[in-house]
């Protein structure tokens, strides 16, 4: 057997394996969550959004689909190559590192569904949030949607298994150095695999002290899809709107 050990999101968001363990996730409820943030943000008709650490880009098609000029970009060259039988006159997308501005400006920079804080080098946060500044027009807003931290710590599940595609996950999560880890072991093919997601668990003043050392400012913050307001305790989500 050979053993697959990398260190985290390059390589293990490349692999057909997170697709695979991650493909259940909610679309409708994603699609709601666009719908809400579209319209309270009050983007003009056919404006433009930059999709950040867009992944296959299911996303973005949905963006595009309700009328906005959508370019997706990510890290992963195997997502962005099945994302390009997508495109259109106003649906883009590119290989990007977020930590860098990208060369255009837009209406409105989503990065959503916890794609934040993987970084191994702590300065490549506050990198990502003025790259993000750099990206937006003059009247753009931000979002950034990410766990909240102190909800999940508190419900953390420390190990489960999930059989998906005849392959089975042996998950494990616990709270690291600041960060919420998760480690994946699975056999598929004969071969024997290791994963590990760390995320920094960023707080709301984690993010407050980001958004200042940026410069930018933070207008709003929701604690789930539907945009109702932020409870640390209870609250699934962290939404945040700035500028």
């Given at each position: 057997?050979?053993?697959?050990?990398?260190?985290?999101?390059?390589?293990?968001?490349?692999?057909?394996?997170?697709?695979?363990?991650?493909?259940?996730?909610?679309?409708?409820e994603?699609?709601?969550?666009?719908d809400?943030?579209?319209?309270?943000?009050?983007?003009?008709?056919?404006?433009?959004?930059?999709?950040?650490?867009c992944?296959?880009?299911?996303?973005?098609?949905?963006?595009?689909?309700?009328?906005?000029?959508?370019?997706?970009?990510?890290?992963?060259?195997?997502?962005?190559?099945?994302?390009?039988?997508?495109?259109?006159?106003?649906?883009?997308?590119d290989?990007?590192?977020?930590?860098?501005?990208?060369?255009?400006?837009?209406?409105?920079?989503?990065?959503?569904?916890?794609?934040?804080?993987?970084?191994?080098?702590?300065?490549?946060?506050?990198?990502?949030?003025?790259?993000?500044?750099?990206?937006?027009?003059?009247?753009g807003?931000?979002?950034?949607?990410?766990?909240?931290?102190?909800?999940?710590?508190?419900?953390?599940?420390?190990?489960?298994?999930?059989?998906?595609?005849?392959?089975?996950?042996?998950?494990?999560?616990?709270?690291?150095?600041?960060?919420?880890?998760?480690?994946?072991h699975?056999?598929?093919?004969?071969?024997?695999?290791?994963?590990?997601?760390?995320?920094?668990a960023?707080?709301?003043?984690?993010?407050?002290?980001?958004?200042?050392?940026?410069?930018?400012?933070?207008?709003?913050?929701?604690?789930?899809?539907?945009?109702?307001?932020?409870?640390?305790?209870?609250?699934?989500?962290?939404?945040?709107?700035?500028?």
């Amino acid at each position: 057997m050979i053993e697959h050990t990398t260190k985290w999101f390059v390589s293990w968001f490349d692999t057909s394996f997170y697709h695979i363990l991650y493909k259940d996730r909610d679309d409708t409820e994603a699609q709601v969550f666009m719908d809400n943030l579209s319209q309270y943000l009050n983007l003009p008709e056919e404006g433009t959004i930059l999709d950040l650490a867009c992944g296959k880009g299911r996303h973005s098609r949905y963006l595009n689909g309700i009328g906005f000029d959508v370019t997706g970009v990510d890290l992963s060259e195997n997502s962005i190559a099945f994302a390009k039988q997508f495109e259109n006159e106003r649906l883009q997308f590119d290989v990007h590192d977020m930590c860098k501005p990208y060369k255009k400006q837009f209406d409105a920079v989503f990065n959503l569904f916890t794609s934040f804080g993987y970084f191994d080098d702590e300065a490549d946060n506050l990198n990502t949030i003025k790259a993000i500044k750099s990206n937006l027009n003059e009247t753009g807003f931000a979002v950034i949607d990410f766990m909240n931290t102190e909800q999940v710590i508190a419900n953390l599940v420390s190990e489960n298994t999930k059989t998906i595609d005849g392959i089975t996950f042996h998950l494990k999560r616990f709270v690291k150095d600041g960060y919420i880890v998760k480690t994946i072991h699975f056999e598929a093919d004969g071969e024997t695999y290791n994963f590990e997601e760390r995320v920094r668990a960023f707080t709301l003043s984690d993010f407050e002290a980001l958004f200042e050392a940026a410069g930018v400012h933070l207008l709003d913050v929701f604690g789930n899809y539907a945009l109702d307001r932020y409870d640390a305790k209870t609250s699934e989500r962290l939404v945040m709107i700035f500028k």
